[in-house]
């Protein structure tokens, strides 16, 4: 029988597991948990959390792993289901988002499935039903993204490249990547979009927000956190110059230049002395966001006016940029 695995990854943090874990079960009926299987995946050990998942059969596995990344390769290596949602451990499913999952079990050649998310207050404890139909979902063959405009589209419309909450795969796309996978570090939402342009066959994306996403002072990639730190920019680039040896397809590699040359960009704005580097990258990313065969042109063109607004405030660019 077809199934859904859901791996959750949690870093420190066990404030906010319980929910997460409980915006799965929240959504079952008690007979239909057959058909679903939920891994979770951290660097902790803790005796009440740990009763409590072994109570409500969750596979519990703890490493010494740092790494988002190898934490998700983990989680793949012990998953036996069709269809592997990803959800972090600060983050909440909605309450149909089980529902939508089971539905993609149908396509045998299903790949890659994204939706977006709802932002939640860091108080909130429970999961909610979203808006969502069956005619929500739009789905593409990858053969087909080689269209500049489409695969624009996509970008635009859905973000399929953005928030590990958002995103499931197939087993069998797991399998084709997870060596590159233990290369990324953190930067996996990124990683899995482009495994899928390179490897995959159908996608499918909707804009229901099937994922809640907590807003709050502990996270380590929001940047008004009080975890954010530069170092976490300079990991995101050394991930895209990994997949630029590890991506072979022309367009799959166009994405990753554009994507490291932004995220540079984010890291540069806090580097008060490099100015050289900082107007050379600006009038690049200005020159590209005017280019019809960019794929990012408002992002390029936002992040060079950070760039240039941060030769006289940082704040001023984290403003911009973050807004």
Same mark, same amino acid.
């Given at each position: 029988? &077809?199934?859904?695995?859901?791996?959750?990854?949690?870093? %420190?943090?066990?404030?906010?597991?319980?929910?997460?874990?409980?915006?799965?079960?929240?959504?079952?009926?008690?007979?239909?948990?057959?058909?679903?299987?939920?891994?979770?995946?951290?660097?902790?050990?803790?005796?009440?959390?740990?009763? *409590?998942?072994?109570?409500?059969?969750?596979?519990?596995?703890?490493?010494?792993?740092?790494?988002?990344? /190898?934490?998700?390769?983990?989680?793949?290596?012990?998953?036996?289901?069709?269809?592997?949602?990803?959800?972090?451990?600060?983050?909440?499913?909605?309450?149909?988002?089980?529902?939508?999952?089971?539905?993609?079990?149908?396509?045998?050649?299903?790949?890659?499935?994204? @939706?977006?998310?709802?932002?939640?207050?860091?108080?909130?404890?429970?999961?909610?039903?979203?808006?969502?139909?069956?005619?929500?979902?739009?789905?593409?063959?990858?053969?087909?993204?080689? #269209? %500049?405009?489409?695969?624009?589209?996509?970008?635009?419309?859905?973000?399929?490249?953005?928030? @590990? !909450?958002?995103?499931?795969?197939?087993?069998?796309?797991?399998?084709?990547?997870?060596?590159?996978?233990?290369?990324?570090?953190? #930067?996996?939402?990124?990683? *899995?979009?482009?495994?899928?342009?390179?490897?995959?066959?159908?996608?499918?994306?909707?804009? &229901?927000?099937?994922?809640?996403?907590?807003?709050?002072?502990? !996270?380590? &990639?929001?940047? #008004?956190?009080?975890?954010?730190?530069?170092?976490?920019?300079?990991?995101?680039?050394?991930?895209?110059?990994?997949?630029?040896?590890?991506? /072979?397809?022309?367009?799959?590699?166009?994405?990753?230049?554009?994507?490291?040359?932004?995220?540079?960009?984010?890291?540069?704005?806090?580097?008060?002395?490099?100015?050289?580097?900082?107007?050379?990258?600006?009038?690049?990313?200005?020159?590209? &966001?005017?280019?019809?065969?960019?794929?990012? %042109?408002?992002?390029?063109?936002?992040?060079?006016?950070?760039?240039?607004?941060?030769?006289?405030?940082?704040?001023?660019?984290?403003?911009?940029?973050?807004?």
């Amino acid at each position: 029988m &077809s199934k859904v695995t859901i791996i959750i990854t949690a870093h %420190n943090r066990k404030k906010y597991l319980p929910y997460a874990i409980n915006s799965i079960f929240s959504a079952l009926d008690p007979k239909s948990i057959k058909d679903l299987e939920i891994v979770v995946v951290k660097n902790f050990k803790d005796d009440n959390i740990d009763s *409590w998942l072994d109570l409500h059969n969750v596979k519990n596995i703890v490493t010494s792993e740092e790494s988002l990344a /190898q934490k998700q390769a983990i989680g793949i290596s012990n998953a036996h289901g069709d269809l592997i949602a990803f959800l972090e451990d600060d983050d909440m499913f909605a309450l149909n988002k089980i529902y939508v999952l089971r539905k993609l079990l149908n396509y045998s050649d299903l790949d890659f499935f994204h @939706n977006l998310f709802m932002p939640i207050e860091e108080a909130t404890h429970e999961s909610q039903i979203v808006p969502f139909n069956d005619y929500d979902v739009e789905f593409f063959h990858v053969d087909n993204l080689r #269209n %500049n405009k489409i695969l624009k589209y996509i970008i635009r419309t859905y973000h399929p490249e953005i928030y @590990n !909450s958002c995103t499931t795969i197939s087993k069998d796309l797991a399998m084709k990547c997870i060596d590159g996978l233990k290369r990324v570090d953190i #930067n996996t939402e990124r990683f *899995w979009f482009l495994c899928t342009l390179e490897k995959g066959r159908r996608i499918a994306l909707t804009k &229901s927000p099937l994922t809640l996403y907590r807003v709050h002072e502990q !996270s380590y &990639s929001q940047p #008004n956190s009080n975890l954010f730190s530069v170092g976490l920019l300079e990991r995101y680039i050394r991930s895209y110059t990994f997949m630029l040896e590890y991506f /072979q397809k022309e367009t799959v590699r166009r994405i990753v230049e554009e994507q490291y040359k932004l995220h540079l960009a984010h890291y540069l704005i806090y580097d008060r002395d490099n100015i050289t580097r900082k107007l050379k990258l600006a009038l690049f990313l200005l020159s590209n &966001s005017l280019k019809p065969s960019a794929i990012y %042109n408002e992002y390029s063109l936002l992040s060079a006016v950070s760039l240039l607004s941060s030769l006289m405030s940082t704040s001023l660019a984290k403003r911009i940029l973050y807004r």
